[in-house]
């Protein structure tokens, strides 16, 4: 994750800390265009869909893969890190569907949040 990666020691550990095991079986939604994002997933294993109609716009459709390393729910970045942002949970932009057994870690929206406001603090300059 791009912004992670200006994040000192402390605060990459504080989010592994706050990082919970999932596993998604086949055929499974993981989420649906339009509805809540709740949670950011860090692929392990296994291989998911992602598609958009970028909000149900007449004949657009796009398509992309995700895999180990890979990660969605980014929409949950930009709420956690805006201090207005409030309670409102952000909106799905894709619908994410599992295509083969997938292992992942889950940070979930109020743990992101907590670990968002702390990064504020800490580079307020740089946010």
């Known amino acids: ?14 989010i592994c800390e706050r990082l919970k095991p999932c596993l998604f079986t086949e055929s499974t939604y993981i989420v649906r265009e339009g509805d809540p994002v709740d949670e950011m997933l860090f692929i392990i294993r296994g291989r998911l869909e992602s598609v958009t109609t970028d909000g149900g716009r007449s004949g657009f459709f796009n398509r992309s893969f995700l895999k180990e390393t890979d990660f969605c729910g980014e929409e949950l970045l930009t709420w956690a890190l ?3 942002s409030g309670s409102n949970l952000p909106t799905s932009t894709r619908t994410v569907k599992v295509l083969t057994e ?6 979930t929206a109020d743990e992101l949040k907590f670990v968002a406001s702390q990064f504020r603090r800490l580079h307020s300059r740089q946010v």
């Open 1 to 14: 994750v791009p912004l992670f990666e200006s994040m000192d020691e402390r605060l990459l550990d504080a």
């Open 82 to 84: 805006d201090p207005k």
């Open 102 to 107: 997938v292992d992942t870690f889950a940070l």
